[in-house]
């Protein structure tokens, strides 16, 4: 197998040198105890026929020699730019390991190539730098992106107040809480909410169904179609806002975008779910709750869950603010569509998911990245009157309850590597801001791995650029 060659991409809003470069052969065969585990883990996967997101890597250590060096290599790779060079990701084989060390401004960051999923989230460097560097390593095409790191419990932190909250690129997750004891076609999700928050997620998709028909009671089923998120008794709504709550009081830094749907079984409506929530949760003096019909600034958002609702609400929720509504709205939701805008202008919609057949799942890819570019050319006109700047919401997620092949894990084994790749690798768009907008994902943090997270949250880079 011939060797590809070394691409570099910088991601971030500073110039980067590669200094050196050491060659490690593939590792032996025996194994430590991360390692047995690790390779345990997987074994039991594939026996329950599950996907694993990304085989085991061994570790490399201070102490491991190189069969190869190359020092003084000075090869430059200026912001928001590509390097192809001229160095084999391997001489003898694929399964040779990498060590790069890269330069800017006067400090030194190290990275393994491929990287072991649990040590992507920065590169080795000296302590407090002023720079922390995050590599994501696209193996198939010897290509390796660099962000600039962000706290992912806390990346809101670094962007001014007076960004409007669509003009990010933001990690969401498909039906959120579905990360219990379930059947393959409901379970969507590998980690927990609180987890997800602690990661960088910043959407959640939420289905509830009211548990007493006709009443206000504010006991909301957690649900995905027609089937509670859990084989354990049902989960509830409330409890999932105590978390969040939580999450917010300690990160107040942070906004979270939350979508509601009715979903489930039985004669509820959603006028009963929108006077549930007005009554218990979003209630008018609550001021957890963002339920202005427009989208906010990042000031505006901040320690706030913002109410994008995808149901109908009475008559007397649409005289609230001035005879303006209640909550962004998106009871008018396309259905299964490839592009789509809601009718309140405030929203833009991939949500393309009947995948009959697993080879359709190209398909699905296809919109994925066609939406991300619809996204990535919106420019925010900061210290102007922004105009229209819709939500670029782009749902990762597709299945088909029938077929094994297309239940949500195995949609998003294929899905989410692709997108990170897309995203690692696309040329920047020279005009926009080089948002992803929002992409809702299924599966993401399985056995460690956030790269998806991290490559979506590191798009604001440019954002914040102009921002400084």
Known sequence: MVAKKLTIRNNTDTLINLKRLQRFSPPGQSYGTDEITSLAKNFTRILTNQTRSQAPVATLSLADKPFDERKELGIRVEPFTTKDTDLDFFKDSEKE?????????????????????????????????????????????????????????AWMHELRDDTLLSSLSIPGTHNSPTCYLAPPSVRCQAVSPREQLQNGVRFFDIRVQPQYPQELKEELILVHSVFPVSLTGNKYFRDLMKEINDFLDKNPSETLIISLKREGTGDSKDEQLAHILNKHYAKDDNQRWWTRPKIPTLGEARGKVILLRRFNIPDDLKQKHDGHGWGIDGAAWADNTANANCPSGQLCIQDFYEVQESTNIEKKIQYVKDHIDRASKSRYPFGEHPG??????????????????????????KVNPAVVDYICRRHENEDGDSSTGILVTDWVGLDGDWDLVRCIVGMNAKLRMRQN
């Open 97 to 153: 390991r990498l060590r790069l060390v890269f330069g800017t401004e006067g400090e030194e960051h190290m990275i393994q190539v491929p990287v072991p999923t649990t040590e992507t989230a920065t590169m080795q460097t000296v302590d407090n730098p002023k720079h922390r560097l995050t590599g994501v390593w696209v193996k198939s095409e010897s290509f390796l992106a660099i962000y600039s790191s962000a706290n992912l419990n």
């Open 388 to 413: 229209p700047h819709p939500f670029y919401i782009n749902f990762l997620s597709a299945s088909n309850f029938w077929k094994t092949n297309t239940w949500p894990e195995k949609i998003a084994a």
